[in-house]
């Protein structure tokens, strides 16, 4: 792949929380088109490196690249061009599925329309339910607002933290097609986090899985399918 | 930021805790004014029976003005914790909520952020006195009628009806200032937290420890109390004295102010380093 092409670019990243090593000297690449499966048991780190890429979380060492930016110094640039739902869609549940967009869409600066924040809603299938109050929602709806919220911007990266955890499985694959979605018809790198095998496969032509905070196996999806023989999934399985 | 202080100030008048602090400031004005009306004339005449051996006291004394300057002493003790129910939930309820998470992914700066909270706090905390000033004048002139004011501080006095508004006036204005301390004290514990009631009990107990330690007459508070910033609260009470010494004023203002601003900056360090967990 043309290195031109990274999305985002992680090298020796690290994080310690008091006694637990949570990100140890990660690196991984992802480059634009992927929907990269970053996979792994509870508590790999997977939530902490993605925190890490977003600034939620600062690495004690190591460099976050993203879109060819460094994450320290273009943090703005950086943002203005993702959107993240990391864990659970936490939003503002008093208030209605539109306002939420309107008001996260005014933090970025961005200039509030309305037939945007529709049209996130629609691809979501959210449409008819704008003006809900949040809290009348399914976890399947938040789930699905949460990516409404990332997406509202635009971006040309999505990261999405468990984006199924949780969910029944026509969420799941309400979920699992709208990715598809995403990726095919709207051109958006994704980067998906879960600790589900399965899930990752079917949605991620590339993937990583990474153990107690370092990679453990890395590349295409197909080709670390294809040599079972090495069983994937046993592997996997023990890891968790 | 014009901007992201009106989306903080959205949030805070649309949820309902943030009306909790008017409710009880109309309860409490309407209870003072009740019992004021129904007691007051025999409540200040046991008060001041000593007074009546010496003066001879003319005319409506139990007016509107008496009510505001009782809410008024009432309530300053009480207003912080109105405040601190919003402003020290500003950032630790969003954390504990997960929002701020949510805030956070957006290419907002969390200076910005801070700042707007802070903006925000600050507009609260002003529309809350702002009320309780307009409320308690309104509702007594309205109901109990001017008068000449009696305020018994180091000394007994009397002030003429006609020289009364203005000193409520700036008592008000002084305790704007005092919220503000308050207030910014409370959002920096609020950045420091991932759960609401934490910052709302440690500003609590920070104001209740410091007046403590600053109304205790004992030597060795002495040399503390100028740099807690609860021995300057009072301030305001100085208005209601016919010598007000004007440098002090300004000094415990000054104070006030450099509390403020050292909270407020505590807080942008504070924030601007903290790892979001939540």
């Known amino acids: 792949m043309d290195p031109a092409h990274v999305i985002i670019r992680i090298r020796g990243l690290s994080k310690r929380f008091g006694d637990i090593q949570a990100v140890d000297g990660l690196n991984l690449d992802v480059y634009a088109g992927d929907v990269y499966g970053f996979l792994g048991p509870n508590g790999s780190g997977k939530s902490t490196t993605i925190r890490m890429m977003l600034s939620l979380v600062r690495p004690d060492s190591g460099t976050i690249e993203l879109f060819g930016l460094p994450l320290r110094g273009s943090r703005r640039a950086i943002l203005e061009r993702t959107g993240a739902l990391i864990e659970k869609p936490d939003l503002y549940d008093y208030l209605t599925a539109f306002k939420n967009l309107e008001i996260l869409s005014a933090y970025a600066g961005d200039k509030v329309i309305s037939r945007r924040i529709m049209e996130v809603l629609a691809v979501t299938g959210l449409e008819k339910r704008a003006h809900s109050r949040v809290k009348t929602f399914s976890k399947g709806m938040k789930q699905r607002l949460g990516i409404a919220q990332a997406l509202v911007g635009d971006p040309e990266l999505l990261i999405l ?38 899930e990752i496969e079917q949605v991620a032509n590339r993937m990583i899985i990474i153990d107690k905070g370092h990679a453990v196996v ?23 | ?78 207003i912080p914790l109105l405040i601190v129910i919003v402003t020290g939930d500003l950032l630790s309820g969003e954390a504990n909520a997960g929002t701020l998470r949510v805030v956070l992914t957006r290419p ?37 009628g001017r008068g000449d004011l009696i305020v018994l501080m ?35 514990l609020s950045a420091m937290s ?34 807690l910033f609860t021995s300057y609260l009072d301030t305001w009470q100085m208005f209601f004295s016919f010598n007000i010494d004007r440098a002090e004023v300004i000094k ?20 601007s380093r903290k790892d979001i967990l939540t």
């Open chain 2, 194 to 227: 991932n759960n609401s009631l934490g910052p709302i009990l440690s500003t609590m107990a920070v104001i209740i420890v410091f007046t403590l330690i600053s109304s205790l007459d004992i030597r060795v508070f002495d040399l503390i109390k100028p740099y």
């Open chain 2, 1 to 78: 930021m014009g901007r992201i202080t009106r989306i903080e100030l959205y949030k805070v008048f649309t949820r309902k805790r943030s009306y909790i602090g008017f409710a009880a400031i109309l309860i409490i004005v309407l209870i003072t004014l009740g019992a004021i009306a129904w007691e007051g004339k025999d409540v200040f005449d046991f008060l001041t029976q000593n007074l009546t051996q010496s003066f001879y006291l003319q005319g409506n004394l139990v007016n509107g003005y008496m009510e505001s300057y009782l809410v008024l002493n009432f309530l300053w003790v009480h």
């Open chain 1, 161 to 198: 933290d468990e984006p199924t955890a949780g969910l029944d499985p026509q969420g799941v694959k309400d979920i699992r097609d709208l990715i598809a979605t995403l990726n095919h018809d709207m051109h958006k790198t994704v980067l998906i986090s879960s600790h589900q095998l399965h």
């Open chain 2, 154 to 188: 180091d000394t007994l006095n009397i002030f003429p009806s006609h020289d009364v508004l203005w000193r409520f006036l700036m008592a008000y204005l002084f305790g704007l200032l005092s919220m503000t301390t308050i207030a910014s004290l409370s959002l920096l």
């Open chain 2, 108 to 144: 907002v700066s969390r200076v910005r952020l801070v700042t707007a909270k802070f903006n925000a706090g600050m507009i609260y905390s002003f529309t809350l006195v702002i009320f309780l000033a307009v409320i308690s004048i309104g509702s007594g002139i309205l109901l109990l």
């Open chain 2, 252 to 271: 415990n203002g000054a104070v006030l102010l450099g509390h403020t601003g050292l909270f407020y900056g505590l807080t942008v360090f504070c924030f």
């Open chain 1, 218 to 240: 890395e590349g295409e999806v197909k080709e670390l399918l294809k040599d079972r023989d090495q069983n994937l999934e046993s592997y996997f399985l023990n890891l968790t």
